[in-house]
């Protein structure tokens, strides 16, 4: 027996042996201790091996000789586009107004104002500058898209104050007002329902503004509270249009105006505006941007109709 084979081999076998069974007792650093040798006693166990075994049906108890155990992995993130953090404005055209036929020698005009909205999260701002080559008497124009620091869905010109930048093509020198204009701000076009593909009247493709705050968009767009902060366009400040605010154009400025040809007949028309027609802005919807007025021509009367009517 153990017992008797230690008595007999003296304290020098009774040390060596105490040794063993408590090097063998030592569980590997991390891992959890199974049944063991320890304090330099014996336990008295069948198995005549001093390092003791688990038993096959352990399957949960860690091997003495794996380090800590392994941890399960962190599925990798999976690859994605960030959410979009820009305040992007949305701008509508509002339907012609002011409609009045003007008599002229070189052929009669429809003159009319219209009126480009900003009905989104962020303001519209274009700034004039020179990082881009642009053709003689224009200037490059960057559209500025503010971010969402604070993250609450809604611009907030104190904290709002990052952005990024895009490129909206060329400003114009307008010589009677003494300023840049944001170019291709606007279509006009002069409909004939009565046809069945609205045979174009007449047209004026390109019209430019100075963008501004000229007046707030009316109740039927929402409310929106914002001040305004785009006022008179000099040759060198950022123009735009807040939220919630719209630029007029009153009927008798340059380019507000279409040309009629000689011997109109007399009938309904629709008068059909169009903003950004190049698409030279960012902004939130796209699909908005056009607006119809329908109006009733008679010699060199016009009336406003319902806008049903061109629908």
């Not at 052929?107 to 909205?117: A, D, E, I, Y």
């Not at 027609?277 to 008679?298: F, K």
């Not at 009367?301 to 061109?310: D, F, G, I, K, S």
Request: aromatic content about 6%.
């Amino acid at each position: 027996m153990l017992g008797a084979t230690i008595v007999r081999g003296g304290l020098a076998a009774v040390a060596a042996l105490a040794a063993a069974a408590l090097v063998t007792a030592i569980p590997a650093q991390g891992a959890p201790a199974g049944p063991a040798v320890g304090g330099g006693t014996v336990s008295p166990s069948p198995s005549p091996s001093p390092s003791p075994s688990p038993s096959p049906s352990e399957t949960t108890t860690p091997t003495p000789t794996a380090p800590t155990p392994t941890p399960t992995p962190t599925p990798a993130p999976t690859t994605s586009v960030p959410p979009d953090d820009r305040l992007l404005p949305d701008l509508i055209a509002l339907p012609a107004s002011q409609l009045s036929v003007q008599v002229r020698s070189d052929g009669n005009r429809l003159r009319f104002s219209s009126s480009l909205g900003n009905i989104g999260v962020g303001p519209i701002e274009v700034r004039p500058n020179n990082l881009m080559p642009c053709p003689e008497g224009q200037h490059n124009s960057t559209q500025v898209i503010y971010r969402d620091v604070n993250a609450n869905g809604r611009y907030n010109w104190a904290k709002d104050t990052s952005f990024t930048r895009h490129r909206a093509g060329c400003m114009i020198y307008h010589p009677l007002h003494h300023h840049w204009h944001f170019k291709a701000s606007a279509r006009y076009e002069l409909l004939d329902p009565s046809q069945d593909h609205e045979v174009v009247v007449a047209a004026r493709r390109k019209v430019s503004f100075c963008l501004r705050d000229t007046d707030r968009v009316p109740e039927r767009y929402g409310s929106f509270g914002y001040p305004e902060a785009y006022g008179s366009c000099t040759r060198t400040s950022p123009q735009g249009i807040s939220v919630g605010w719209m630029d007029v154009y009153q009927s008798f400025l340059a380019g507000q105006s279409l040309t009629l040809p000689k011997n109109l007949a007399d009938g309904l028309y629709c008068l059909r505006t169009v903003v950004d027609p190049i698409n030279q802005l960012v902004e939130g919807n796209d699909d908005n941007n056009e607006s119809v007025r329908a109006l009733r021509i008679h010699g060199t009367r016009v009336v406003a109709r319902p806008n049903t009517l061109c629908r």
